[in-house]
T-cell receptor, first 114, second 110 residues
Framework: ETGVTQSPTHLIKTRGQQVTLRCSSQ?????VSWYQQALGQGPQFIFQYYREEENGRGNFPPRFSGLQFPNYSSELNVNALELDDSALYLC?????????????FGPGTRLTVL | RKEVEQDPGPFNVPEGATVAFNCTYSNSASQSFFWYRQDCRKEPKLLMS???SGNEDGRFTAQLNRASQYISLLIRDSKLSDSATYLCVVRGAAGNKLTFGGGTRVLVKP
C-alpha cells in the first residue's frame, strides 16, 4: 500500500450536482496531483498542489477546482457535473515539486454521473 | 495528435514468451520517462524509470530513443501475473505534470 488514501471509493451523482473528493497524502509528502481516468484511457492531469498553492493545471474547465490543506491533504471539487465527468479520479502524492520524486497513487474514487 | 501514444493491444502472450511494445511522445523537450503498471480497477504503480542508456529490472527492459521520440518495454519469460495494462508516462520540463499514454493491455495465457 502507498499510504495515499482517497474518499469516498464510489459515488453516484446526477447532472448539475456538485461533488467533493478527498485525498490524504503519504506522510512526508507536500505535493498532491489529481488525475481523471475515463474508462479505457490513461489518466489525464487535472492539477497539482504544492504547499497549499496550485502549481500547474491541465486542460480542465474552471468548474474543476481544488484545495490543499496545511497537513497537505487535498480536495477536488467539481461543479455542474456533466455525464462525461464519469471517471476514476486519482490523486498522487510526492515529496518534491519540480525535481521528480515518484508519485504514489491512491486507490481512486469512482464517480458515476447519471 | 496525442502527446503520448501507445498501441492499446491486447497483446496475447503465451506464458514464458517475450513481448515488447513501444510508445511515442510528441514533445521533444520531455525530461523523464516511465512505465507504470495498472491492474484492472486499481491505481497505477511505477514499474520502472527509463534512462537514456536503457535499463533493466529483472525480466523487464526499457529503452529510450530520443532521436525518434519513442520508448519501449520488453518483458522476458512472461508470467501470468504480468497480465495488466502498461502505461507509458512522460514528464515535461516543468516537472509538475505527468502525461500518460492510453495504455497497452497485455494478457499472458497458460
Amino acid at each position: 500500500e502507498t499510504g495515499v488514501t482517497q474518499s469516498p471509493t464510489h459515488l453516484i451523482k446526477t447532472r448539475g450536482q456538485q461533488v467533493t473528493l478527498r485525498c490524504s497524502s503519504q506522510s512526508g509528502h507536500n505535493t498532491v496531483s489529481w488525475y481523471q481516468q475515463a474508462l479505457g484511457q490513461g489518466p489525464q492531469f487535472i492539477f497539482q498542489y504544492y504547499r497549499e498553492e496550485e502549481n500547474g493545471r491541465g486542460n480542465f474547465p474552471p468548474r474543476f477546482s481544488g484545495l490543499q490543506f496545511p497537513n497537505y491533504s487535498s480536495e477536488l471539487n467539481v461543479n455542474a457535473l456533466e455525464l462525461d465527468d464519469s471517471a476514476l479520479y486519482l490523486c498522487a502524492s510526492s515529496s518534491n515539486r519540480n525535481g521528480y520524486n515518484e508519485q504514489f497513487f491512491g486507490p481512486g474514487t469512482r464517480l458515476t454521473v447519471l | 495528435r496525442k502527446e503520448v501514444e501507445q498501441d492499446p493491444g491486447p497483446f496475447n502472450v503465451p506464458e514464458g514468451a517475450t513481448v515488447a511494445f513501444n510508445c511515442t511522445y510528441s514533445n521533444s523537450a520531455s525530461q523523464s520517462f516511465f512505465w507504470y503498471r495498472q491492474d484492472c480497477r486499481k491505481e497505477p504503480k511505477l514499474l520502472m524509470s527509463v534512462y537514456s542508456s536503457g535499463n533493466e529490472d529483472g525480466r523487464f527492459t526499457a529503452q529510450l530513443n530520443r532521436a525518434s521520440q519513442y520508448i519501449s518495454l520488453l518483458i522476458r519469460d512472461s508470467k501470468l501475473s504480468d497480465s495488466a495494462t502498461y502505461l507509458c508516462v512522460v514528464r515535461g520540463a516543468a516537472g509538475n505534470k505527468l502525461t500518460f499514454g492510453g495504455g497497452t493491455r497485455v494478457l499472458v495465457k497458460p
